[in-house]
C-alpha cells in the first residue's frame, strides 16, 4: 500500500466526461490499495474567464476579490470529481483550501504556502476516503482566499505530496511527459523519460508551462518524486529526479520559450555612477521585476543607452512609472517593445562542456535572427530575439543540439 498524490489539470477536467474519466483512474488506485489525495484544477477555459471578468468589472482592481472569483473554477471540478467518485462506489469526499487549512502568505493573486495540516486528510485515509482537493487555493492572514499565482494547482499537488510524506506525487496533464520543448510548436520534440529538478526548474522558470516553477522548487526542497503524464493514455511520463540518478547527462536537455516578456531602452543615459541604482529603483519600488539587463559602453563618456526586459503584464505600468522620473533619469527617449520572446537552452551537461552559447549564437546568425540581449547562468543560456521568430528559433535550435526525435 502507498500514499499518492494526483493532480489533473484543466483539459484532464474540462467536461463531465473527462471528470468521469478521471474517477475512473483514481479508482484504480484506490482499487490498488492505495491511500490517495487527488489534487484538481478548473475546467479548461474556465480561470481565464473569470481573470476577464475581474478585469472588464474593475481595471485596478483589489487583489483579495480577484481571488475570491478565480478561485471559483476548482470549487466546482473539486465537487464534480467526488460526486463522480461516489458514484462508482468510491467514498470520497471534496476539500476547499480553508477547511484543509492550506495557509499561505498574505500576496493576494501569488500567495506562497505556509503550511498544510493534513491530520483530518489523514484520519479519514485510514477509513478508505480520497481527498479531493481543489487546487490552486488556501487562505491568508486576512482569514481571506488567496490563490497561487497561473498554474498553481502543480504547487497545491507537490505540496501536499510533502504534507502528507506521499511516495509520489503523478501530474496527469494533456501531454504524456516533459519534452525537450513545447510539443506543440515543434513537432519533432522527444519525450523524455527523466528530467533532474534543476533542469525542470530551469525550464518550467524559462516558460515551459508544463509544471509551476514553484511546484518543482519545492518538490526539489522535499525530494517529492514527481511524475508528469498524460491522463487520456496509459503511457508512462516523464520522472523529475536527482542529478545522480542520471547516467547519461546530455550537454542541452531542453529548450524553452517565453513569449510574457517585453523589452524596454532608455537612450542617452546619463553615464555616471549611481544611474542604474535610479533606474531600477523606483521600478522595485512598484514590484516590478526586472530580467535581463545590457548597458552599452558609452563612445563620448557621457551618455549610454541602457536596455532590460520585463513581464509583458508589467510593460504600461514600467513605462508610466519610468516617464514619472524622467526628469532624475535624464534620458533622452524610451522604447518599449512588447514584441520579444526569450529562448533559453537548458542542460546541466553545460557545466563540463564549452560551446553551447557559440553554437546558439551560430545557429541564429545562419537564420538570420537577430540577438538583443543575452544572459547566461551554470546549466542556461538565454537569448532575448523578435516574436516573430519564435517557431523557427525553436526548431532550428532543437535540430542543432541533436534533440530531434528519430
Ligand atoms: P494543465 O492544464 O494540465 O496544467 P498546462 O497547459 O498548464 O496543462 O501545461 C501543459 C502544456 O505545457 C502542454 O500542453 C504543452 O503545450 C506545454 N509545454 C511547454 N513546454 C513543454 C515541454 N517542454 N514539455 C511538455 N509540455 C510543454
Ligand atoms: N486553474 C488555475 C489556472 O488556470 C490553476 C491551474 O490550473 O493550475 O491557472
Ligand atoms: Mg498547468
Not at 470549487?75 to 495557509?103: C, E, F, M, Y
Not at 513545447?182 to 530551469?202: F, G, W
Request: net charge negative.
Amino acid at each position: 500500500m502507498a500514499r499518492i498524490v494526483q493532480k489533473f489539470g484543466g483539459t484532464s477536467v474540462r467536461d463531465i466526461e473527462r471528470i468521469k474519466s478521471v474517477a475512473r483512474r483514481v479508482k484504480r488506485e484506490v482499487d490498488a490499495g492505495h491511500e490517495v489525495a487527488v489534487v484538481v484544477s478548473a475546467m479548461a477555459g474556465t480561470t481565464n474567464q473569470l481573470v476577464d471578468w475581474v478585469g472588464e468589472t474593475s481595471r485596478l482592481h483589489d487583489a483579495r476579490e480577484y481571488d475570491v472569483v478565480v478561485a471559483s473554477g476548482e470549487q466546482v471540478t473539486a465537487g464534480l470529481l467526488a460526486l463522480a467518485l461516489q458514484d462508482l462506489g468510491v467514498n470520497a469526499r471534496s476539500w476547499l483550501g480553508w477547511q484543509i487549512p492550506i495557509k499561505t502568505d498574505g500576496v493576494h493573486g501569488k500567495a506562497r504556502i505556509d503550511s498544510i495540516k493534513t491530520a483530518e486528510i489523514e484520519r479519514r485515509f485510514k477509513e478508505g476516503q480520497v481527498a479531493v482537493v481543489a487546487g490552486f487555493q488556501g487562505f491568508g492572514p486576512d482569514n481571506r482566499i488567496t490563490t497561487l499565482g497561473r498554474g498553481g494547482s502543480d504547487t497545491s499537488a507537490v505540496a501536499l505530496a510533502a504534507a502528507l510524506g506521499a511516495e509520489r506525487c503523478d501530474i496527469f496533464t494533456d501531454v504524456d511527459g516533459v519534452y525537450t520543448t513545447d510539443p506543440r510548436i515543434v513537432a519533432k520534440a522527444r519525450k523524455l523519460d527523466k528530467i533532474t529538478y534543476e533542469e525542470m526548474l530551469e525550464m518550467a522558470s524559462q516558460g515551459a508551462k508544463v509544471l509551476q516553477t514553484r511546484s518543482v522548487e519545492l518538490a526539489m526542497n522535499h525530494g517529492v518524486r514527481v511524475q508528469v503524464l498524460s491522463s487520456f493514455s496509459d503511457a508512462p511520463g516523464t520522472l523529475v529526479v536527482d542529478e545522480d540518478e542520471i547516467v547519461e547527462k546530455q550537454v542541452v536537455s531542453g529548450i524553452a520559450y517565453s513569449r510574457d516578456e517585453a523589452k524596454i531602452t532608455l537612450l542617452r543615459v546619463a553615464d555616471r555612477p549611481g544611474v542604474a541604482a535610479t533606474i531600477f529603483g523606483p521600478l522595485a519600488d512598484n514590484a516590478i521585476n526586472v530580467d535581463m539587463i545590457v548597458q552599452n559602453v558609452s563612445e563620448d563618456g557621457r551618455t549610454t543607452d541602457l536596455t532590460f526586459t520585463l513581464a509583458k503584464s508589467d510593460l504600461a505600468r514600467a513605462v508610466k512609472v519610468l516617464e514619472e522620473h524622467r526628469a532624475e533619469l535624464g534620458f533622452a527617449a524610451l522604447k518599449p517593445d512588447p514584441n520579444v520572446v526569450k529562448i533559453s537552452v537548458i542542460g546541466v551537461g553545460m557545466r563540463s562542456h564549452a560551446g553551447v552559447a557559440k553554437k546558439m549564437f551560430r545557429t541564429l546568425a545562419d537564420k538570420g535572427i537577430n540577438i538583443q540581449v543575452i544572459s547566461t547562468s551554470e546549466i542556461k543560456v538565454s537569448v532575448l530575439i523578435a516574436e516573430e521568430y519564435t517557431e523557427l528559433a525553436l526548431r532550428a535550435l532543437h535540430t542543432a543540439y541533436d534533440l530531434d526525435a528519430a
